[in-house]
């Protein structure tokens, strides 16, 4: 069973970037999918972002523009490139494996919170 782990978040002024990283214990080719997904307090786990192993990405319409997934198959490693930042992006921020185009995401990392605020 892989094990992902995400770093990188903090607070940031709004305006700001950040970067999170996902490190997968396994190969990430192995998943059809990696992706982002966030939490904010009293809200739903939302899907930000995923990649596909044949080169799809997607972006919530929330995101698109500001926000850029990429993968590093050689390091194991699922990164979110977050720029011109919001309050409203404050959120616990998940990385999310699905196994097969069919499935769900399956796996999840256990959150790093980022904090938008001036």
């Known amino acids: 069973q892989v094990q992902l782990v995400e770093s990188g978040g903090g607070l940031v002024q709004p305006g700001g970037s950040l970067r999170l990283s996902c490190a997968a214990s396994?190969?990430?080719?192995?998943?059809?999918?990696m992706g982002w997904f966030r939490q904010a307090p009293g809200k739903q786990r939302e899907l930000v972002a995923f990649s596909t192993t044949g080169g799809t990405t997607y972006y919530a319409d929330s995101v698109k523009g500001r926000f850029a997934i990429s993968r590093d198959n050689a390091k194991n490693t699922v990164y979110l490139q977050m720029n011109s930042l919001k309050a409203e992006d404050t959120a616990v921020y998940y990385c999310?494996?699905?196994?097969?185009?069919?499935?769900?995401?399956?796996?999840w990392g256990q959150g790093t919170q980022v904090t938008v605020s001036s």
């Open positions: 396994g190969s990430i080719d192995s998943f059809n999918a």
């Open positions: 999310g494996a699905r196994p097969t185009l069919w499935s769900r995401f399956e796996y």
